[in-house]
């Protein structure tokens, strides 16, 4: 079960890791900015993306990085 699973049932996410093309390039772009601890701010102003959509990316990560370490 995927946090987007818990979290609600609305629009499917367009960045994500099983996305295909620009979307995809885009989503791994941010994935690497935040692990190197950068600003959301300036992953915004870098790609031009919400900041609402890197923050849900953002949570993704924590939830998925938090569910592996208690398996």
């Known amino acids: ?19 295909k093309g620009k979307d995809r390039l885009i989503y791994n772009v941010v994935v690497q ?4 601890n950068e600003s959301v701010v300036n992953i ?4 031009g993306l ?5 923050y849900s ?6 939830f ?3 569910t592996s370490q208690s398996k």
Request: aromatic content about 2%; proline content about 2%; overall charge positive.
């Open 1 to 19: 079960m995927t946090l987007r699973d818990k979290l609600h049932k609305g629009k499917p996410r367009k960045y994500h890791a099983e996305a």
């Open 33 to 36: 900015l935040l692990k190197q």
């Open 44 to 47: 915004h102003r870098e790609t």
């Open 50 to 54: 919400a900041r609402n959509t890197i």
């Open 57 to 62: 990316i953002k949570k993704q990560l924590e």
């Open 64 to 66: 998925e990085k938090n």
